[in-house]
């Protein structure tokens, strides 16, 4: 019998589909779908498929038939999560590309195994084929959204899985600027990256939030700003107040796009009054040029993040509020920002009386 499309499914009639490369019985009853997982499509015959079918329809009218709950693919998993990913906000079709490339590569190595059986083994696999072509750097992109499919995986179809560990060279740093390194950034920047340094430093919002960012989203009187889930990593709507210096980072934001005769939904804009994408990346130019300006190495805009935690906790903010405007679920999380400078442990070491 001919195959027929249907929806992205194959149809072999008898309610036998394939997806995939495997065979799958699809049977409505009584108004509920029936769908189990019959075989491998290149292990078992057509003609095997549907006495299997037959059985398991007769199962499902007599009401016999015994639910299994089949763990997806990991193929299923990984298109299901670019679908979710590439209608989000503010992505670029350059980065939706990107992303795709990367999905297509995962699933061409993790094919159809599912996503329970994926082992930490089977990642390691993966580094060391990986490694033989790419740089760590590379592979390290990659291994943050194998990251990202299994914690949607997780999230979505409640299964385990596996933990993905980037590189020992690459794993991710912990610098901070100190107060007068902040300044020489702030004052090498041009007048409209000023307030955006400003307000990263003294909120810790993550470099995704900041920029999408919109003035119905704040609240200078009240003092407190609204990061929107469609924007937060952790896919939550939070109500966040911000600190005086931010408040007035904001106001500095207006006046510049004032002065200019710039109109923008965004609160941060670049010279030409539009809204940096950031999945383009665009910002990294400017801050780039004002680190070297400032003389400063080795330092990204995340540590701008870094540099709010860690200020915060050596000037007396405890632990558990830094962890809630940092929005992090638990405090091992904020434990990682939160390291002190030598200077500030000797200079608190100096109060204790020994004898």
């Not at 860690?310 to 830094?322: A, F, K, P, R």
């Amino acid at each position: 019998m001919p195959k027929k499309k249907k929806k992205g499914k194959v149809s072999y009639g008898d309610n036998i589909y394939s997806i995939r490369g495997t065979l799958w019985l699809i049977f409505m009853h009584k108004g509920k779908i029936y769908r189990h997982r019959i075989g491998r499509e290149s292990e078992i015959p057509l003609s095997a498929a549907r006495r299997i079918a037959a059985k398991l329809k007769a199962e499902i009218i007599e009401n016999r038939y015994i639910e299994t709950v089949e763990a997806p693919a990991f193929s299923a998993v990984a298109d299901e999560y670019y679908k979710n990913y590439s209608v989000r906000a503010n992505v670029s079709e350059k980065s939706k590309k990107e992303i795709r490339r990367k999905v297509k590569m995962l699933i061409k190595f993790f094919k159809n195994k599912t996503i329970d059986k994926l082992t930490e083994l089977d990642i390691q696999d993966y580094k060391r084929k990986r490694l033989e072509t790419v740089k760590p750097q590379t592979l390290d992109s990659e291994l943050r959204i194998l990251k990202a499919i299994l914690n949607f995986a997780k999230k979505h179809y409640n299964v385990e899985v596996p933990t993905v560990r980037l590189l020992k060279a690459d794993e991710e740093r912990t610098t901070y600027l100190t107060p007068d390194e902040l300044r020489k950034l702030i004052d090498a920047c041009p007048p409209w990256f000023k307030p955006v340094v400003k307000f990263a430093a003294s909120t810790g919002l993550r470099a995704s939030e900041l920029f999408s960012l919109r003035w119905e989203d704040v609240n200078i009187n009240e003092g407190y700003i609204i990061i929107r889930s469609a924007y937060s990593k952790n896919n939550e709507t939070s109500y966040i107040p911000v600190h005086s210096e931010a408040l007035n980072a904001l106001k500095e934001a207006s006046e510049y796009q004032k002065s200019k005769g710039i109109t923008s939904d965004y609160v941060f804009v670049n010279s030409r009054g539009k809204p940096y994408k950031y999945e383009d990346r665009t910002y990294l130019r400017v801050f780039k040029t004002a680190l070297r300006k400032a003389g400063l190495k080795n330092v990204r805009f995340h540590d701008l993040r870094h540099t709010f935690a860690s200020l915060s906790v050596m000037q007396g903010l405890d632990l558990y509020t830094v962890q809630h405007l940092l929005r992090h679920k638990t405090q091992k999380m904020t434990q990682r920002y939160s390291h002190l400078s030598p200077e500030f442990l000797r200079k608190e070491l100096a109060k204790v009386r020994i004898f």
